[in-house]
């Protein structure tokens, strides 16, 4: 996957004291590893869980990309930030994560489907009981 043609190299400054970025030919690109990694650390941040408990794939879709998420669903006092019912919180978190991937990446996101796979509960003493 690749950014455009032309990377931003430092800033220049004119004659109004205004930043404007020097352009430089030439592309990015990032390895389809490298965006499974950045899109499940996003997951990760946006459904409040560990990294090692997150699973992404990343595909081309007609020059977008469709991502596919398999994260558990968080059980602690932080996931109230969401509020509603697991499908409301599933979906504010599928927009938050297409939203930071854009922002990151520059990829345009066309989908992102994601599979909850079990509870995470960040104290290990209530794991498994349901309150």
């Known amino acids: 996957m690749s950014a455009g043609t032309l990377g931003v190299e430092g800033f220049a400054q ?3 004291a205004q930043s404007h970025p020097r352009m430089r030919a ?5 390895s389809a590893g490298t965006m499974n990694r950045l899109v499940a650390a996003i997951a990760a941040d946006v459904f409040n869980v ?3 408990e997150v699973r992404a ?5 007609s020059g977008q990309v469709s ?3 398999a994260v558990p669903l968080a059980l602690h006092p932080a996931a109230e930030v969401f509020g509603g019912t697991v499908f409301e919180r599933t979906a504010s978190g599928r927009q938050r994560v297409a939203n930071s991937i854009e922002e990151l990446a520059g990829s345009t ?3 992102v489907d994601v599979r909850l796979t079990g509870i995470h509960e960040s104290d290990p003493r209530n794991a498994g009981r349901v309150q």
């Open 14 to 16: 004119d004659s109004a």
């Open 26 to 30: 030439g592309y990015t690109s990032i």
């Open 50 to 52: 560990p990294l090692t």
């Open 57 to 61: 794939g990343v595909h081309d879709q």
């Open 67 to 69: 991502v596919s998420l």
């Open 109 to 111: 996101v066309s989908r």
